[in-house]
């Protein structure tokens, strides 16, 4: 059985590692040469690191840090306000929350898909890079590559980020993100030079790894930092408002800005002017590749992920605010849950009788009953956990927003005043394994159909 991936991100190649485990031949189509590999960190709650562990993923060498509390800080004095401790979170939720540097975490990934000659972890992944894909037929699983060629799969999947256009083929309509009005500044600093500074160094020395949150109330910015890579690299990530350039009528439009581009340090600093001095100190420290701003961006929530033979995963299905510091994992989450539901496909259609015609007719039944399946075990966390993530601190006391939760979602939620990153939020969000969940929803399905019920 083939699948095809388009998209090498964190999704793609998720989805690429444990559509291999179950035994399937996968490609994935990149249209970039991996060249323009985004710095910055990223932290895995246990939702996702469970799968990354089970996948033999290779933390040493990813010189992963635990991130093991959540500290709230005044931007001004730097003093601390509210802190969520979780060292016990490996033994609460059977796997830890770590921290990696994305290149890490990016290559850890690509060579869990390509690796050779592993017993057990089905055939190595066939990347292809700089081959775009230009538009997709769901129904009949063909890919158009630029160049002209089409290629058809059995199982589709679509991991082309928030900015994808095949979202278009898939919903039969466009749908592109809208911006949030909020930014992020990110970049790098060598830790070695942040605990040269006394004061900075008070900040780390004998706490707790993790996030620490800077926020300045009066502007709405929150400048969030971590470790990764072994302790040695500081991680920035500022949210702020997005300042719309001027047009010559003196109007600002959002719209008309790129979605990442250079920041200026001057420019930074300024919308940095509340933070205390120890802070903004760190703005010149940014590593040789600079501060880059990015836009952050929304889409509705999808209704469905599935179609024909496709499925949506990753940014292409659930773009959202960094807020929990959720959208891979629940990518990853998501990958992991394809592993279980594709395991025995090819297996299962060999039992139908009739030859290669009934084989094949009996397959395409089994894969858009698994896709369904899928759906209806991702609608409700992924949408979950985009949700409360686009409603930023403010969280569940947002007008409305437990009734939208509600139309995809029906478990428990935290208590309206929970924080970002809080137990309650970390409980609901994170405190979940997808794999098993799959497991029971196939097992269940298997013995209605097996009574003669509607799976
Ligand atoms: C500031 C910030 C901080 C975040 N922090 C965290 C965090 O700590 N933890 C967490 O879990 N999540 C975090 N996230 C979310 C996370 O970064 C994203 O959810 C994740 O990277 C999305 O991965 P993806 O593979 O879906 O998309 P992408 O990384 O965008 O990958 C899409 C890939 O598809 C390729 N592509 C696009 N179009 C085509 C085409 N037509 N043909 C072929 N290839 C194509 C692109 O080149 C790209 O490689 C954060 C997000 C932001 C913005």
């Given at each position: 059985?083939?699948?095809?991936?388009?998209?090498?991100?964190?999704?793609?190649?998720?989805?690429?590692?444990?559509?291999?485990?179950?035994?399937?031949?996968?490609?994935?189509?990149?249209?970039?040469?991996?060249?323009?590999?985004?710095?910055?960190?990223?932290?895995?709650?246990?939702?996702?690191?469970?799968?990354?562990?089970?996948?033999?993923?290779?933390?040493?060498?990813?010189?992963?840090?635990?991130?093991?509390?959540?500290?709230?800080?005044?931007?001004?004095?730097?003093?601390?306000?509210?802190?969520?401790?979780?060292?016990?979170?490996?033994?609460?939720?059977?796997?830890?929350?770590?921290?990696?540097?994305?290149?890490?975490?990016?290559?850890?990934?690509?060579?869990?898909?390509?690796?050779?000659?592993?017993?057990?972890?089905?055939?190595?992944?066939?990347?292809?890079?700089?081959?775009?894909?230009?538009?997709?037929?769901?129904?009949?699983?063909?890919?158009?590559?630029?160049?002209?060629?089409?290629?058809?799969?059995?199982?589709?999947?679509?991991?082309?980020?928030?900015?994808?256009?095949?979202?278009?083929?898939?919903?039969?309509?466009?749908?592109?993100?809208?911006?949030?009005?909020?930014?992020?500044?990110?970049?790098?600093?060598?830790?070695?030079?942040?605990?040269?500074?006394?004061?900075?160094?008070?900040?780390?020395?004998?706490?707790?790894?993790?996030?620490?949150?800077?926020?300045?109330?009066?502007?709405?910015?929150?400048?969030?930092?971590?470790?990764?890579?072994?302790?040695?690299?500081?991680?920035?990530?500022?949210?702020?408002?997005?300042?719309?350039?001027?047009?010559?009528?003196?109007?600002?439009?959002?719209?008309?800005?790129?979605?990442?581009?250079?920041?200026?340090?001057?420019?930074?600093?300024?919308?940095?002017?509340?933070?205390?001095?120890?802070?903004?100190?760190?703005?010149?420290?940014?590593?040789?590749?600079?501060?880059?701003?990015?836009?952050?961006?929304?889409?509705?929530?999808?209704?469905?992920?599935?179609?024909?033979?496709?499925?949506?995963?990753?940014?292409?299905?659930?773009?959202?605010?960094?807020?929990?510091?959720?959208?891979?994992?629940?990518?990853?989450?998501?990958?992991?849950?394809?592993?279980?539901?594709?395991?025995?496909?090819?297996?299962?259609?060999?039992?139908?009788?009739?030859?290669?015609?009934?084989?094949?007719?009996?397959?395409?039944?089994?894969?858009?009953?698994?896709?369904?399946?899928?759906?209806?075990?991702?609608?409700?966390?992924?949408?979950?956990?985009?949700?409360?993530?686009?409603?930023?601190p403010e969280g569940l006391h947002r007008p409305g927003l437990e009734q939208e939760i509600r139309r995809f979602y029906h478990g428990p939620l935290p208590p309206s005043d929970a924080l970002p990153w809080s137990d309650e939020?970390?409980?609901?969000?994170?405190?979940?394994?997808?794999?098993?969940?799959?497991?029971?929803?196939?097992?269940?399905?298997?013995?209605?159909?097996?009574?003669?019920?509607?799976?």
């Amino acid at each position: 059985m083939a699948a095809g991936i388009v998209g090498a991100g964190i999704a793609g190649l998720s989805a690429a590692i444990a559509l291999r485990r179950a035994g399937l031949e996968v490609e994935v189509y990149e249209r970039s040469e991996f060249k323009n590999e985004i710095g910055a960190a990223i932290s895995t709650p246990p939702n996702a690191t469970a799968a990354l562990r089970r996948w033999g993923f290779d933390f040493v060498a990813a010189q992963t840090v635990p991130n093991l509390s959540t500290r709230y800080a005044a931007a001004e004095d730097l003093g601390t306000v509210s802190e969520s401790r979780y060292e016990d979170i490996e033994d609460v939720m059977g796997s830890p929350c770590l921290s990696f540097h994305r290149v890490d975490l990016h290559g850890g990934l690509r060579a869990l898909a390509t690796e050779e000659g592993v017993e057990g972890k089905g055939k190595p992944v066939a990347i292809h890079l700089g081959c775009e894909v230009l538009s997709v037929d769901c129904e009949n699983g063909v890919l158009e590559l630029a160049g002209g060629r089409r290629v058809r799969k059995d199982l589709i999947i679509i991991a082309d980020g928030a900015h994808s256009k095949l979202l278009a083929d898939f919903l039969g309509y466009q749908a592109p993100v809208q911006p949030t009005g909020r930014s992020i500044y990110r970049w790098l600093v060598s830790m070695d030079e942040v605990m040269a500074d006394p004061e900075l160094a008070t900040q780390y020395r004998d706490e707790l790894p993790g996030f620490l949150g800077w926020f300045d109330a009066q502007k709405h910015i929150l400048w969030v930092t971590y470790t990764c890579r072994g302790g040695t690299v500081l991680n920035n990530a500022v949210v702020h408002d997005t300042a719309a350039p001027q047009n010559k009528e003196g109007a600002g439009n959002e719209k008309d800005i790129s979605w990442h581009a250079l920041a200026a340090t001057d420019t930074v600093l300024a919308t940095l002017s509340n933070f205390h001095p120890a802070a903004r100190q760190i703005v010149s420290m940014a590593s040789e590749d600079g501060i880059i701003e990015h836009r952050l961006f929304h889409r509705p929530p999808l209704e469905s992920f599935v179609r024909g033979r496709t499925a949506v995963i990753g940014d292409t299905a659930h773009v959202m605010m960094p807020t929990h510091a959720a959208g891979a994992a629940i990518a990853i989450e998501s990958a992991s849950v394809l592993e279980v539901l594709f395991r025995d496909v090819e297996s299962q259609s060999r039992n139908a009788t009739g030859g290669e015609e009934a084989f094949d007719v009996e397959k395409e039944h089994i894969i858009k009953e698994r896709l369904r399946l899928f759906d209806k075990l991702r609608i409700p966390r992924c949408n979950l956990t985009m949700i409360v993530s686009n409603a930023g601190p403010e969280g569940l006391h947002r007008p409305g927003l437990e009734q939208e939760i509600r139309r995809f979602y029906h478990g428990p939620l935290p208590p309206s005043d929970a924080l970002p990153w809080s137990d309650e939020f970390r409980e609901v969000l994170f405190h979940h394994d997808a794999s098993l969940e799959a497991e029971q929803a196939l097992r269940n399905g298997t013995s209605a159909k097996e009574n003669g019920k509607d799976s």
